[in-house]
């Protein structure tokens, strides 16, 4: 942390709201934390819920940026705040939930809901009706960089920064996101999926996926991961306009 | 009052309880996984390094087999692990990662021809062979005699969970999200599921089951700096000793890994070792191989560990506010390599750090990391005193670990231990043993107890503040029952955790008052059972006079295989105890493949068993007739000591390698 910022009283704005409670009320609420070296959100939510307000509610898992439980609005930006440093920020922060998703309370959102149904709806396994499975024998041989290309899609968290950032979402509420277009390309991909260009087309060949994609490309702008979103989005409209040209 | 009936209850839905709940599921039984948050968040995504398996595809991996990754895993428990436990692990492990593999786990492939890595801080060369092209490569690991842990980049844990989670969709396994079991239903020495709270509603739902198991993970979060994830709290021990029927295994038994970053304790993966890192003192010293020579940085994690709090005692720590730390560097892997096979670490150290590791070295110290300590279990994965209980994975004590775990064998645990556990549940499930005798009144009488409970903590005045208990306890534990530990400390801290025992039981939920989603109830009830399992940690590793793997005691240096050969077994039979109840379980040598012996790290204090040598004798003289005859080294094995029976059927095939060598 920066000399000049040492000592700083952060004020934390957050958007409060339990749905379970029929009196509450969307409204924000600021707290005063005592900034400290390293401080990430994470260190300071839970100071907030510790000592000022037990009732606080936020997802926290891994607390390293390998989950995906803790996305929320960080000064209206999608982000994972346990990996979110103060001294990046301005003194005062706000925070708010992921839009889209169902408020759990305050920055708690059901990202996991969401998740498998998408997960549910483009089938994100391997499809081979053929596979012969052996305990005993060797694995199928893959080419090195195949697999860490595949790697590479596979690294996405569900987080749901994409979802939240997306323009397209917001008028077509079944769209299925970047997330799920990352997804369909990684399947698409990996050699030991056996299912088609066709069947592929039959899940993302429409506007609610890949002919949605208004291109504002938000995803790619927020996703933690780094995820290659926009050039998958743009690889898999090409392949889906030829798969469609076939029949 | 709400009941849902399944065939089979599963508590954790990281990567042993979904492979059980696939497992279960193919022998077409129903699987119901409780899980505290979405699967694909456990704490199992949190694994970078890798998973060990045999598969001897990559050049350094030759000549891998069972029998080493054996001997390995024995040695590196300290002799403390169940020897047919570990045997029907080595054995499996292999055919777990192929199954990964067909799943859709894009696992690092070896690449036919030169490449260069670092070894002992040198550049080398290594040449991968023709044929092994395209197979599962694997990377070097601490405390292997072989190249063995298999990855995608440092991703591993991330990969598998998404594999195992999404096979688990495919199968409709029924995913309850948000739910947490709070007690165990039980009657007669028989477990008949569980009762659990929605975390975002507060409503109560008794899950009925002919078997129930618990793969909720470790309890590293009762120590305040841990790696492990915050839902590590261990609220599977916790449920199933507040049973007190079913007991725990080797609670002490603690793992400190070395290098977690300062001072947040997020790790950062053993392979920054096993590619070729070194560790550095405040001088910029590697001062591993003084002390290690032969394995250096790559000794046993316990080891490290220790050698790390050695080090610093003598002042060669770097002084922070922190407290004092040690270096990683892995600079001289280059930014290439980091950004291929390291690029969580490089993350981490991006966003928690701010400082780019191909140029900058890592603060790093050692940080509780791993519970070899568990739910006590047979082979089987069922508990030893209550029947229809399972456990598998880092919540179960079965016994693979002993008292350290090798790196790699976590995760490759998880989905071995879920394989044959899901075949054994699935045996008694297709047995009339599993049919369900409880009435409706008696369900609901366990519901109104938790009701109760939850009731109590949020009317209570005057109470005590479930936070200052929690913090105290996660202090004593960490200054008190750490990396070394002696008998003043471990007293101390049995007696203020008992104190805090005894104040637990007066919590109150203050101001926030809501009987739905509450963090302040939920920190209430946990803070209740943490300090219970805090307890069997304590009074366990007060009470074991030795130094065995992860537990350490400056008052008894030795291992004494003498009067320590044995296993911890914790209960808490009457709910007014203030301290937990221990007994002890020998472990047999007469049946020893790998008799006790000296690991080859320090000085060898070992105090020997009397059996010892008598078993040592007997082995040599097995293994030589065998030899002489021309037996193969399965048969000598088979010899030594029979596992394969325990083996469901169609996990006992013999596993393929290049160049077979058998």
């Known amino acids: 942390m920066k000399k000049e910022n040492a000592n700083r009283v952060l004020k934390i704005s957050i958007l409060r709201f339990d749905p379970n409670n029929p009196k509450d009320f969307p409204h924000m609420q600021t707290f005063e934390v005592l900034e400290a070296e390293g401080m990430t959100l994470f260190i300071a939510l839970n100071d907030i819920r510790e000592h000022q307000d037990n009732s606080l509610m936020f997802d926290f898992v891994c607390r390293a940026g390998i989950c995906g439980s803790c996305s929320m609005l960080v000064n209206g930006r999608p982000t994972l705040a346990c990996r979110t440093l103060t001294s990046k920020l301005e003194r005062h922060i706000t925070l708010a939930p992921l839009p889209l998703f169902q408020l759990i309370g305050d920055l708690s959102i059901n990202t996991g809901k969401w998740m498998r ?53 917001q008028m077509r509420p079944n769209f299925v996101g970047a997330v799920g277009l990352n997804k369909i390309a990684r399947y698409h991909l990996d050699p030991r999926d056996k299912r088609e260009d066709k069947d592929y087309y039959e899940l993302v060949g429409d506007e609610e996926g890949v002919f949605g994609c208004m291109t504002l490309l938000g995803c790619e702008d927020v996703c933690p991961k780094n995820l290659p979103l926009q050039s998958k989005i743009a690889y898999l409209r090409r392949m889906m306009i030829k798969t469609s040209m076939k029949d | 009052m709400k ?54 595809n990559c050049k350094m991996g030759e000549g891998d087999n069972e029998d080493i990754h054996f001997g390995d895993t024995i040695r590196g428990s300290d002799w403390g692990a169940d020897q047919e436990v570990a045997r029907m692990f080595v054995h499996c492990a292999p055919k777990a990662i192929r199954e990964l593999a067909s799943w859709g786990v894009p696992w690092n492939r070896v690449k036919k021809g030169e490449h260069t890595s670092i070894i002992n801080a040198q550049k080398v060369g290594i040449m991968e062979k023709e044929e092994a092209h395209g197979l599962i490569t694997a990377r070097d690991f601490g405390g292997t005699k072989k190249w063995r842990t298999c990855y995608t980049s440092d991703g ?119 590619d070729g890192g070194l560790l550095l003192d405040k001088d910029g010293y590697r001062f591993m191989p003084d002390y290690e020579p032969e394995k250096k940085e790559l000794a046993s994690r316990d080891v490290v560990s220790r050698r790390m709090t050695e080090h610093i005692r003598k002042g060669k720590g770097v002084q922070s506010r922190y407290g004092d730390h040690l270096w990683l560097d892995i600079t001289i892997l280059g930014r290439e390599h980091i950004e291929k096979n390291l690029r969580e670490v490089k993350e981490i150290c991006e966003n928690f750090l701010g400082i780019d590791p191909a140029v900058d070295w890592i603060p790093v110290r050692p940080t509780q990391h791993y519970s070899m300590g568990g739910i006590r279990t047979t082979h ?13 994975g880092e919540a179960a004590c079965w016994d693979m670990h002993g008292f350290n775990r090798l790196g790699g064998n976590s995760v490759s645990e998880t989905v071995v231990s879920g394989m044959l556990v899901s075949e054994y549940i699935s045996d008694f499930c297709d047995s009339k043993e599993s049919s369900v005798h409880i009435t409706s009144s008696k369900i609901e009488t366990f519901l109104q107890k938790e009701k109760d409970k939850l009731e109590a903590l949020l009317t209570k005045e005057n109470g005590e503040d479930a936070y200052i208990l929690r913090r105290a306890m996660e202090k004593i534990m960490m200054e008190k029952v750490g990396i070394f530990r002696n008998g003043d400390d471990l007293q101390k801290a049995v007696d203020e955790l008992e104190e805090l025992l005894k104040r637990s039981k007066n919590i109150e939920v203050f101001r926030s008052k809501s009987r739905a989603a509450n963090p302040a109830l939920v920190n209430a009830y946990r803070t209740q059972k943490m300090i219970k399992l805090a307890l069997t940690v304590a009074l366990g590793a007060l009470l074991r006079e030795e130094s065995r793997g992860a537990h350490s005691r400056e008052d008894f240096p030795a291992r004494d295989d003498e009067n320590w050969l044995k296993r911890t077994i914790t209960s808490w039979p ?78 006992r095939g013999k596993n393929e390698r290049l160049g077979d060598n058998s």
């Open chain 2, 574 to 651: 009457d709910k007014n105890q203030t301290l937990p109840s221990v007994d002890y379980e020998e472990i047999p040598i007469g049946n020893m493949e790998l008799p006790p012996g000296f690991r080859g790290y320090g000085k060898d204090l070992t105090i020997h068993h009397p059996k010892t040598a008598a078993r040592v004798s007997m082995v040599e003289a097995i293994s030589k007739k065998l030899e002489a005859d021309g037996a193969s080294r399965d048969e000598i094995q088979n010899a030594l000591m029979p596992f394969l029976d325990k083996l469901p059927k169609k996990y």
């Open chain 2, 156 to 274: 591993t844990g991330h990969s598998m969970l998404f594999a195992v989670d999404n096979k688990a969709q495919e199968k409709k396994v029924e995913i309850h999200e948000r739910l947490e079991a709070i007690s165990l239903i039980h009657e007669d020495g028989r477990c008949y599921g569980a009762v659990a709270r929605n975390l975002m509603n507060g409503e109560l739902v008794a899950y009925v089951s002919k078997a129930t198991t618990i793969a909720t993970g470790g309890y590293g979060r009762i120590y305040s700096v841990s790696t492990n994830a915050v839902i590590c709290q261990g609220m599977g021990q916790a449920i199933a000793l507040e049973t007190g029927i079913a007991t725990l295994g080797n609670m002490e038994a603690i793992q400190f890994h070395p290098t977690a970053i300062v001072p947040v304790g997020i790790l950062t993966t053993e392979g920054c070792r096993g």
């Open chain 2, 3 to 56: 009941i849902i009936y399944t065939d089979v209850l599963i508590i954790g839905g990281g990567l042993a309880g979904l492979r059980v709940a696939t497992g279960v599921k193919e022998r077409g039984h129903d699987a119901i996984v409780l899980t505290l948050v979405p699967p694909k968040r456990s704490h199992s995504a949190a694994a970078q390094g890798g998973m060990q398996a045999s598969l001897a």
């Open chain 1, 117 to 169: 149904g998408l997960n549910g709806r483009l089938e994100t396994w391997i499809h081979d009706k053929e596979a012969e499975f052996s305990f005993d024998k060797l694995e199928q041989k893959m080419e090195p960089e195949l697999a860490n290309e595949i790697y590479e899609l596979d690294r996405c968290i569900e987080c749901g920064c994409c979802v939240a950032g997306c323009g397209t979402i």
């Open chain 2, 380 to 392: 089987r994965g069922e508990s030893q005193t209550l029947k229809g209980l399972y456990s598998c």
